[in-house]
């Protein structure tokens, strides 16, 4: 699994890359935003999970790259957006000047739209290729569901609302179920639902996005509390400076911590459940093993 991981990885790198096409064609100024992004990708991990689920689950091999690339354009747009000064006011992301601090907030939105642009291309010819008309609704719904106004956007919505005063544990985890779970249950469930997965494997995978999303987050609410700029490679402190949701400042650090540990313990008992080998769900781990990574340099104590 290590090696076919490393290869895909690799697939996937090439394919983020290389998806917006030729960029010394456009306006140089869009082009030299694109090039700074496309350059520093991140971990790539929702991209080299729905690979990964895509052919585990029969897509074509284009097919799983197109919507692993596809996904994480959008993904990425996400962050350009979520880091502007009117949203979280970043100035750091990936160990780098966040878009709009190296290119202007004009451009830096440009960038964003021409990856969302792209993103949902890739993301429709992949839809296309479904295995029957009920799929290809079904597949529909779910990307409308995780990325419209029920998903990310309404999840940004809420974030920035203003949260100061009075937040509670249920209203945090609401809103990382909608800004942060919708984008991992995307590339687990989108290419089983688009292939050849079982009724009962997306049911389960449905709820393991949903747990691993939450966990993804609650680990990002400990490093924006917990980490300096350096350590965490991103602008540290803005969720109490801007007054955004953070599970720590609504239920303090260690009810964080053990609502951590909960949902990893059942995240991995319904990933055991899966049906069939459980070296066919080996990619899974890889969403497994970053959290309690990232939460042991956090917290300077292993979790799992």
Not at 201 to 230: C, N
Request: aromatic letters at 4%; glycine letters at 8%.
């Amino acid at each position: 699994m290590e090696r076919r991981c490393a290869c895909a990885k690799s697939i996937v790198a090439t394919a983020y890359q290389q998806g917006m096409g030729p960029l010394d064609q456009l306006e140089p100024r869009l082009s030299a935003a694109l090039h700074d992004v496309l350059a520093k990708p991140g971990s790539l991990t929702r991209a080299l999970i729905a690979y990964l689920m895509g052919m585990e689950m029969g897509l074509t091999e284009e097919s799983a790259r197109g919507l692993a690339c596809g996904i994480e354009y959008l993904h990425t747009a996400s962050l350009i957006f979520d880091d502007l000064p009117a949203m979280d006011d970043a100035r750091l992301r990936r160990g780098m000047p966040c878009l709009h601090v190296a290119h202007g907030e004009a451009v830096a939105m440009l960038a964003a739209l021409a990856m969302i642009n792209r993103g949902y291309s890739l993301l429709w010819q992949a839809v296309a290729k479904a295995r029957s008309k009920e799929r290809l609704a079904k597949a529909t719904q779910l990307v409308e569901e995780c990325l419209g106004t029920a998903g990310l956007i309404g999840g940004q919505a809420y974030d920035i609302r203003g949260w100061r005063e009075g937040q509670t544990a249920h209203e945090v985890i609401e809103v990382a179920r909608r800004k942060t779970a919708t984008l991992l249950r995307l590339p687990l469930v989108l290419p089983a639902i688009i292939g050849s997965g079982s009724d009962r494997e997306i049911q389960a995978l449905e709820r393991l996005g949903l747990l691993r999303g939450l966990s993804y987050q609650i680990v990002d609410d400990l490093k924006d509390v917990m980490l300096a700029d350096a350590a965490s490679g991103k602008s540290s402190g803005r969720d109490e400076l801007m007054g955004r949701p953070n599970l720590v400042s609504a239920e303090g650090f260690q009810p964080a911590l053990q609502r951590l540990r909960k949902m990893m313990r059942i995240a991995d008992e319904v990933q055991r459940r899966l049906p069939g080998n459980p070296e066919r769900w080996g990619m899974l781990s890889l969403l497994r093993v970053t959290i309690p990574m990232t939460a042991k340099v956090v917290t300077n104590s292993a979790i799992a």
